[in-house]
């Protein structure tokens, strides 16, 4: 897995053509100078070769550079998930002295609960429409707002406004829209004669809430990403493709795209990771109801385990699975993504 | 330098008049379609927007009414002042921008010097390096924050800066975007300055930085936007507005039990967003020029 | 070698040698301290003035911070030897459970710190808060002075483990506009059946898009304001440990609920405050913690009465309790500050400026109280329902995650679900939490 995520490589801002020539060399290919001389010209980016083995001095100044950032990630990142997993194995009560090994009885009782299939369909659902909606939307806009349009800043400062917004005031400020009796949905549907569906009722519609409200706020980043990216790209292949009288969807999805692969890739694993784990949002808005679990997904029942039922033993289980799930699902992403970078 | 001077060229000439996406400008049908797309943008996000900053300005009275109230009428920015006299807004303000502004640049700097060594330096093991740093974003804090609590605690750290500060620095997310961006720098021009003689801080300093601006400044933004809505390990380490920081603070204007005036929230929510929005104006701006000029002065 | 100490793994796990030195001389979370503390007998009388410095947890219930500062200020010119560390400890109760949960496991613990009705009882089951009963003797604190009902609710095997402090009870509110237009006696109603026959008149003459009745949906504790249906038909949530929920009387009780939901008569919302305080809805049942800003909010003449029912109104609210793991010196000053400001002026003042109900019997005798309470009739409603209160059951506020469960229960019941079923689900899965959690820690 770590060969796969050197190997696809290319970068954020810019990055490989998807053309077949020289992009998987990654740090174990063999490319050199030389291969990257006979490269198709219009290719300039790729990850560099690894010409030789780093020196001694490299190596040194490599463990200087990465020390302090390792530290406090190990001291406040896998300490606390070393913890964890321990506790998934316990009966751990959040307010105890004391935590009692029960085996593997909490993952046990996972598989079996009803609950358990519910939680995992609302994080799908809410996970797949924000990570599909956002990036889509997101490229739309940065495209549309990486053109010489009036007013354009105004509208890129709009676009980020909703992400500077903390998800908690975002949940309290949210329902002056949703709100079936006050919001402005209601409202707006009042006056076309239509009854507002009630959003904080009805599990269906409470999850639609949460999901494009968490795409409202998130826009701005893959916004954000997107439009660093199409600035920090190289005009060659755009030159290359007017002169090739390419139609604008054919320049959109055999240059433009390509050349933004890294950049979705990037998106496509933080999006979903940061996704998985919204907690403000559904505090703030739903509970995790209606219904008890209308919205209650992974990070939420880790929570609602821990602190409302004290269950932090079950928690801690819950966690550890999300650990897990996460942990496979970004492998394959990085390797489905490694593959198209490469076909 | 002349590998640099050929690139400051290069780039000079393919980024100024291409730093658009190409798919534009064609005609007055496009152009037209393009302002009509950028106004349904406009409404679609700013309108609750909007409907944020109206709600800031009324009365308590006219917040849960029915039909809704489209402008504040009667216009009431007491709202705000009452902001500023119900919370010591200045105190929290002032904790907000000490613990964003350490705390991003430490994440900043660790971020850009991990994401080096991870793409342009050459070392075993460097790929499962990342990997485990990687991992690290699949973490939620709702798992770390009572045992993080426990060992800041015993440093004797609860109610400072530098404990709510230093366990936020670790920084998994910068590492791998600005490493993305690292690995995507045209290698001829890496080879060329290491040929040149740079030795691998001048490398970064002088050729790296300079081409990744754009992504270098999308980076602080996120940074200093998650940092400054950084909410439960402040809420956990900070008992009062010594240290606790505006999100925190602006809670404390809802009524936990009973009923909310939500002007004063808006309003706080208003006053809260302002700032990191103005940031974002002026870095935007510098996303573009990094591009284009960042290099020619190399 | 089955059970662990929390602190030990919490410590150790990562960078070996200072961790685990520092885990070792910090953290008085654990329950030795708390145990050894339990048989307070040894405490000495101590009746003189408070010492050291307390460390006061508190959400400030009913945004009361200033009135927190006031009545600090206060116990600082009796107590010039003591100071008082107010501690902005969450926006919620949920919150402050969240920090004093964190404080559990790293130590610094508060010496006071506000606690709801469904937290309390899980701090106190695991030895984490101390009993305030003998602790009360050795200051000489006379606990009959709490409102029974009130002091009660803190009552576990043999001790008290907090002091009654914001409590709130629900309050039937009405909108006088809407009863005359419905032609209904200026009153509340007797008994849930007239509630039923009053609600089909309410709903004719309701705004659109209302209803007869606001209600909170079960995400915001619809389950304690509905204790007051179960009761009345002399059902419960549980006795005892024992929950109830199958038994037919709950049933009953929860069948013609779902009649009145099917019907239309409830509008279920987060927020039924403000439903109601829109006009939408001729009556509601909220918190008398709602009472202020529902006199903001309504533009139209509204009133208070008590619960449908005799005798069957849920308590509510919060205490404040005094954590097991702190030096018995630190507690007797913790209590001190405890009974201070919940004495009868503090509390005079403190209900007054939130809304919350006296706690001590003494206060109602106040002057600054009575003429009060003769001026503001809407919260003498509430006063005068007191003595008709009920402790709520366990198994909405002792069980972990009970509320919770219940609230989703509900939720399903007024979506249609057959409340046999729902009920039956939910009887197994209590039944299941108590059997896991509580029974073995009981004492046997």
């Known amino acids: 897995m770590g060969a796969d995520i050197g190997v696809d490589a290319g970068g954020v801002t810019g990055g490989s053509s998807g053309g077949s020539s020289g992009h998987t060399s990654g740090p174990a290919g063999p490319t050199g100078p030389a291969g990257a001389a006979g490269r198709d010209p219009r290719v300039p980016f790729g990850p560099p070769p690894l010409r030789r083995a780093g020196s001694k001095g490299e190596w040194l100044l490599a463990a200087a550079l990465l020390i302090p950032n390792l530290v406090l990630l190990f001291l406040f990142v896998y300490r606390p998930l070393v913890d964890n997993i321990r506790l998934s194995f316990t009966d751990w009560n959040i307010s105890s002295p004391q935590a009692n090994y029960v085996g593997a009885s909490n993952y046990v009782e996972w598989l079996g609960r009803a609950d358990t299939r519910i939680v995992l369909t609302n994080t799908l659902i809410f996970t797949f429409a924000t990570v599909v909606l956002s990036m889509v939307l997101g490229l739309a806009l940065a495209l549309l707002l990486d053109q010489k349009l009036r007013g354009r800043n105004i509208v890129r400062s709009m676009v980020f406004a909703p992400f500077v917004i903390s998800g908690a005031a975002i949940g309290v400020a949210f329902q002056f829209v949703f709100d079936p009796s006050f919001g402005l949905i209601q409202d707006l549907l009042a006056k076309i004669g239509v009854a507002s569906p009630n959003f904080y009722q009805r599990p269906g519609w409470a999850l639609f809430m949460v999901t494009s409200t968490y795409i409202w706020k998130n826009l701005g980043y893959t916004f954000v990403i997107y439009l660093a990216a199409l600035q920090a790209r190289r005009g060659d292949l755009d030159e290359a493709a007017e002169i090739d009288g390419a139609s604008r969807w054919n320049h959109f999805r055999k240059v433009l795209l390509p050349q933004l692969r890294p950049t979705t890739f990037f998106l496509s694993i933080t999006v979903l990771l940061s996704s998985v784990q919204v907690f403000d949002i559904i505090y703030a808005m739903t509970r995790g109801g209606p219904i008890g679990n209308g919205t209650m997904t992974l990070v939420f029942q880790v929570y609602h385990e821990t602190f409302v039922n004290q269950r932090a033993g079950y928690g801690a289980t819950v966690a550890t699975v999300m650990f897990l799930i996460l942990l496979v699902v970004t492998a394959v992403q990085v390797r489905f993504m490694d593959k198209g970078a490469r076909a | 330098m002349s590998a640099i001077a050929r690139l400051s060229r290069t780039n000079g000439r393919a980024g100024m008049p291409s730093a658009e996406s190409g798919i534009q400008g064609r005609g007055p049908v496009g152009k037209a379609f393009g302002y009509a797309a950028m106004v349904l943008v406009l409404l679609i996000i700013a309108v609750p927007l909007f409907w944020i900053v109206v709600t800031s300005f009324k009365r308590q009275e006219n917040i849960y009414v029915r039909p809704a109230e489209y402008l504040p009428i009667p216009f009431h920015p007491e709202n705000y002042s009452e902001v500023t006299s119900r919370i010591p807004f200045s105190a929290y303000f002032r904790n907000s921008v000490i613990i964003t502004f350490f705390t991003a640049s430490i994440k900043i700097v660790l971020g850009v010097l991990s994401a080096y060594a991870l793409s342009l330096l050459r070392f075993p093991g460097r790929n499962l390096l990342f990997v485990v740093i990687l991992a690290a974003l699949m973490v939620p804090n709702q798992i770390t924050v009572i045992s993080n609590f426990a060992l800041v605690a015993q440093l004797g750290w609860r109610n400072t800066f530098q404990g709510i500060i230093i366990p936020l620095c670790g920084t998994a997310f910068g590492t791998f975007l600005m490493r993305n961006q690292f690995l995507s720098l045209p290698h001829e021009i890496i080879e060329a300055a290491r040929m040149d003689g740079a030795g691998p801080l001048k490398l970064l300093w002088r050729v790296v930085m300079p081409l990744s601006w754009p992504t270098l400044v999308a980076f602080s933004l996120i940074t200093v936007v998650n940092e400054w809505n950084e909410y439960l390990w402040p809420f956990l380490m900070s008992d009062d507005a010594r240290t606790a920081p505006l999100q925190v603070g602006l809670t404390f204007l809802q009524n936990n039990d009973g009923v909310t005036n939500w002007g004063p929230v808006m309003a706080g929510t208003v006053l809260t967003i302002l700032p990191v929005l103005l940031l974002f104006l002026v870095l935007q701006r510098q996303m573009i020029k990094g591009l284009t000029s960042g290099a020619v002065k190399s | ?444």
């Open chain 3, 1 to 444: 070698m089955s059970t662990f100490s929390r602190r030990t793994f919490l410590g150790l796990t990562g960078v070996a040698g200072t961790t685990i030195g520092l885990s070792a001389c910090a953290g008085t979370g654990g329950g030795s301290t708390g145990t050894a503390s339990a048989t307070a007998s040894a405490l000495a009388k101590n009746t003189g003035p408070a010492t050291g410095t307390i460390e006061f947890w508190s959400n400030h219930p009913g945004t009361s911070k200033e009135t927190e500062l006031k009545l600090i200020e206060a116990f600082k010119a009796e107590n010039p030897g003591a100071t008082v560390n107010l501690v902005d400890a969450g926006k919620n109760y949920e919150e402050v459970a969240q920090k004093f949960n964190a404080a559990l496991a790293g130590g610094q613990l508060p010496d006071v710190v506000v606690v709801s009705d469904v937290t309390w009882f899980n701090f106190a089951l695991n030895k984490q808060l101390a009993a305030v009963d003998d602790i009360a003797k050795a200051i000489e604190l006379d606990t009959d002075d709490y409102v029974d009902a009130l002091y009660n609710d803190y009552k576990f095997e043999n001790g008290h483990y907090a002091v009654p402090y914001a409590r709130s009870t629900p309050l039937f509110y009405y909108n006088q506009d809407l009863w005359s237009k419905a032609g209904l006696e200026d009153r509340g109603p007797k008994d849930w059946d007239e509630m039923k026959e009053w609600a089909a008149k309410l709903k004719a003459v309701a705004p659109d898009g209302g209803a007869a009745m606001a209600l909170a949906d079960g995400s915001n504790y619809l389950d304690w304001v509905l204790q007051n249906l179960v009761w009345e038909f002399g059902g419960a949530y549980s006795k005892d440990w024992t929950p109830k929920f199958s038994d037919a009387k709950t049933i009953e009780a929860l069948t013609f609920f779902q009649g009145m939901a099917k019907e239309g008569y409830f509008k279920f919302s987060k927020d039924a405050a403000a439903d109601f305080g829109a006009g939408l809805t001729g009556c509601g049942i909220m918190s008398t913690g709602s009472l202020g800003g529902v006199t903001k909010n309504a533009k139209f003449p509204f009133k208070t009465a008590f619960l449908p029912g005799e005798g069957n109104c849920p308590t509510g609210g919060a205490g404040i309790g005094i954590p097991a793991g702190i030096t018995d010196e630190r507690k007797v000053n913790a209590l001190k500050f405890a009974s201070f400001i919940t004495n009868a002026a503090s509390t005079v003042t403190f209900t007054q400026a939130t809304g919350y109900m006296p706690v001590r019997k003494s206060a109602l005798k106040e002057e600054a109280e009575k003429s009060f309470l003769e001026a503001n009739p809407n919260s003498r409603t509430a006063v005068e329902q007191l003595p008709k209160t009920r402790s709520q059951d366990n198994a909405r506020v002792l069980v972990p995650g009970g509320g919770a469960k219940i609230g989703q229960a509900l939720d399903q019941i007024v979506a249609g679900q057959d409340v046999k079923t729902v009920m039956d689900g939910l009887q197994k899965d209590i039944e299941g939490v108590i059997a896991a959690q509580i029974t073995p820690k009981l004492p046997k």
